[in-house]
T-cell receptor, first 114, second 114 residues
Framework: AQSVTQLDSHVSVSEGTPVLLRCNYS??????LFWYVQHPNKGLQLLLK??????LVKGINGFEAEFKKSETSFHLTKPSAHMSDAAEYFC????????????FGRGTSLIVHP | DTGVSQNPRHKITKRGQNVTFRCDPI?????LYWYRQTLGQGPEFLTY????????KSRLLSDRFSAERPKGSFSTLEIQRTEQGDSAMYLC????????????FGEGSRLTVL
């Protein structure tokens, strides 16, 4: 069994300030973890993924995430928010094996103020 | 590689009517997923195919829902006797390599049941 909890439904930041979107996961296996972004009226786009290599993962647009097994967390960060970062962000967990079914969190809406 | 394509993008129907959505995955991807996303929620797994075989179905997939993937290429998702609760975005995704790979999503088919 696997699940993911996004701890904040909304995060509001000012442009130029750091972004932190929190995600905790539960998995019976050694998980693969992903962050996807969804802009209004657009498809889901992969930001970054962790697949048991380096625990600090860098993604597109300056985002990165750190896998912490002891805390079962995979928080997404960015040093400086841009207006274009305003979107919905989803943390996703999946396990190995034949039944590979990625499970999504409920999403965090990132609001960026000028 | 033209990405994952879904049609129609929008469908408005009256309660009780049948609707069908089509998904064309990335050509070399042998696994195809259907998810449903309602407002303010993350995508929820419905079913997936490995080539033409439907390997797993969620409990969300009532008997009014049926999905096919003839010849392991495109897939269709049919909803019979639609209900207002079926109103949602239906997302299709494909993947080349299960276990660690990312999902590639289409832009979705939005269903509104009046």
């Amino acid at each position: 069994a696997q699940s993911v909890t996004q701890l904040d439904s909304h995060v509001s930041v000012s442009e130029g300030t750091p972004v932190l979107l929190r995600c905790n996961y539960s998995s019976s296996y050694s998980p693969s973890l992903f962050w996807y972004v969804q802009h209004p009226n657009k498809g889901l786009q992969l930001l970054l993924k962790y697949t048991s290599a380096a625990t600090l993962v860098k993604g597109i647009n300056g985002f990165e995430a750190e896998f912490k097994k002891s805390e079962t967390s995979f928080h997404l960060t960015k040093p400086s928010a841009h207006m274009s970062d305003a979107a919905e962000y989803f943390c996703v967990v999946s396990g190995p094996g034949g039944s590979y079914i990625p499970t999504f969190g409920r999403g965090t809406s990132l609001i960026v103020h000028p | 590689d033209t990405g994952v394509s879904q049609n129609p993008r929008h469908k408005i129907t009256k309660r009780g009517q049948n609707v069908t959505f089509r998904c064309d995955p990335i050509s070399e991807h042998n696994r195809l997923y259907w998810y449903r996303q309602t407002l303010g929620q993350g995508p929820e797994f419905l079913t997936y195919f490995q080539n033409e075989a439907q390997l797993e179905k969620s409990r969300l997939l009532s008997d009014r829902f049926s999905a096919e993937r003839p010849k392991g290429s495109f897939s269709t998702l049919e909803i019979q006797r639609t209900e207002q609760g079926d109103s949602a975005m239906y997302l299709c995704a494909s993947i080349e390599l299960a276990n660690t790979g990312e999902l590639f999503f289409g832009e979705g088919s939005r269903l509104t049941v009046l």
